[in-house]
């Protein structure tokens, strides 16, 4: 799995995860339990993985879906 996104704003992760699951491009967001071990209301971010083999895709998805901002660099 690939980190491609990560952002505490909930609007943009459930868009994310619309579009991913649309596209079937299988994705895992994690830390959404975090604010309530750390006592805030989500000011840790969420991570949002995608399958190594799918992660093209899923850039190129949310690049045409004017979300491009919120991608994570390539990891080398």
């Known amino acids: 799995m690939r ?6 704003n909930l609007i943009t992760i459930n868009a994310i995860e619309a ?4 596209a079937d491009i299988p994705h895992l967001v994690l830390d959404q339990n975090m604010s309530v071990l750390e006592g805030s209301l989500g000011m840790l971010p969420r991570r949002i993985l995608v399958a190594d083999d799918r992660e093209q895709d899923a850039r190129q998805l949310l690049t045409e879906a ?6 994570r660099p390539h990891a080398r």
């Open 19 to 22: 579009l991913l699951t649309g």
């Open 66 to 71: 004017g979300l491009g901002e919120e991608l």
């Open 3 to 8: 980190e491609i996104v990560r952002t505490n």
